[in-house]
């Protein structure tokens, strides 16, 4: 995801001089770099210094520059939630976080760079457009779009390799769910690395009779009611599937959707209200119930629920 | 909060923006303009109305001010106010702000200035150092900060809540071209911002030595009067003194 994200830097670098880049000594991590490499005059490293970097990003933008800042996902929004908010948000400027190292697959530096609140937190400020990729192909896709459309946006990508789900011909659509698999027992809606890990637990839950269907919510603000309303009508139950604490991000934001317009029995798969610890990406994700295994125990759950 | 020392301080606002800058207040957006950025956002009214003296709207519609539906905001919101460069009141946020304004102009090959105007207070966030530290590093020349050095904040006088000393080395050790004026001398001040124009390959930092409630007996230098408005009788007092 990262190195797809510095190689469509340097590719919109070529294709628009107004992009700049801003990273907050994290370049070699985030890919940055790569834009830094080809465009040294139209890349600023803020120093470890989130604030003031999200402050000059929107000066950037105000003045008619196209600014992506970079750093860790617990450092923004967590580091710089004010200037965002301030300096960003409320006057709807043209600035694009793209942060990388989101969630607890970040691994062995710990609680300090795991980001599990992150995304509650932008999701909260008015204007945002908040995208989790799923895979290399979708982050390409999603930082274009994120170039081309006027506006504030939060672009969270993970640090491991995530598997690929989607094809070279795949076309993110900004604001739209995407179908991965159709079903009719139960709906798992997923989002960033849990995408592979609910495509993993439909496979298994087929020989026990369950045949999921699985949506992919990309685009976590605006979200697809649409697509999330027909699911639930369609299949009568729901189970998301996500890297981050079970307040406040995709659990949270679909159960408003469907308690307001389809009420259906839902499950969570997420982080729980804890934080986490150093450990190996996957052991992480294992201890802390971001499995396709937890995704196959929830679909058991809610499909009890739904028979009751 | 309403800032009632503010327009004691309003003409020189007002003389910065018909003296000082390039701007058309016809065009807001010009993109070749100077900009004026106010960071601490509560001297709102003193921006406003600087900017309706130059026809960026009426002056009536100054006596909209905090009220529901009003262009002028308790603080500034540059999504509503033609000619108000950035939303501030969060303090510590406008120099960065400004640094963005001024390396966009170099980007450009722009020859526009960019001016920010920072209460003395306001640098006690740590937001402003690390701009001070950023500005110098990346040598925006066409950017000038102001401080409004009136030595007081809301809890008191400076030196008690907080002390900034030595304030002019601070910048200075941040690297810096660093200009103090007595902030009520119009002379100076205009001397101030031809010098920074003429700075190379660093940020310049006007220092503005100010007295808060300056001319009005009992505001002067009265941290009681910084987030308090006068009653009645204090207003007729007030404007008498100033007349």
Partial sequence: MRQSYGKTLVELGNENPDIVVLDADLSRSTMTQLFAGEFPNRFFDCGIAEQNMVGIAAGLAASGKIPFASTFAVFAPGRCFDQIRMSIAQPKLNVKLVTTHGGISVG???????????????????????????????????????????????????????????????????????????????????????????????????????????????????????????????????????????????????????????PVPIEFVAIKDTYAQSGESAELLQRYGLTAKDIKQAVRSVIKRKGG | MVTPVAPCQQWRLTVVYCRLLRHKPSDPQWSDRDRFVLSKGHAAPLLYAALAECGYFPVDELLTLRQMDSRLQGHTDRAVTPGVEMSAGALGQGLSFTIGITLAGRLNSQDYRAYVLLGDGECDEGQIWEGAMAAAHF??????????????????????????????????????????????????????????????????????????GKGVSFMENNPYFHGKAPNAEEVEIALKELE
């Avoid at chain 1, 139960?186 to 960033?192: K, S």
């Fill in chain 1, 108 to 262: 062995e530096d710990g609680t300090s760079h795991h980001s599990i609140e992150d995304l509650s937190l932008i999701c909260s400020l008015p204007g945002f457009t908040v995208i989790v990729p799923a895979d290399a192909i979708e982050t390409a896709q999603a930082v274009r779009v994120a170039a081309t459309s006027y506006g504030p946006f939060y672009v969270r990508l993970c640090r491991p390799k995530v598997p690929l789900v989607y094809d070279q011909d795949y076309r993110f659509n900004l604001g739209k769910a995407v179908t991965m698999r159709q079903g009719k027992d139960v709906t798992i809606i997923a989002m960033g690395l849990m995408v592979s890990a609910a495509l993993e637990a439909a496979d298994d839950l087929m020989r026990e009779d369950i045949d999921c269907h699985i949506l992919n919510i990309s685009t976590l603000k605006p979200i697809d009611k649409v697509a999330i309303i027909s699911a639930a009508a369609e299949t009568g139950a729901i189970v998301t599937a996500e890297e981050h604490l079970e307040h406040g991000g995709l659990g949270s934001i679909i159960a408003q959707v469907i308690a307001r317009h389809y």
């Fill in chain 2, 139 to 212: 040598k925006v020349d066409n950017l000038t900060a102001i401080v409004d050095n009136n030595r007081q904040q809301i809890d008191g006088w400076n030196r008690d809540v907080m002390n900034l000393d030595p304030f002019n080395s601070k910048w200075l050790a941040f690297g810096w071209h660093v200009i103090e004026v007595d902030g009520h001398d119009f002379t100076q001040l205009i001397d101030a911002f031809n010098q920074a124009k003429m700075v190379k390959g660093q940020p310049t930092v006007i220092i503005a030595h100010t007295i808060k």
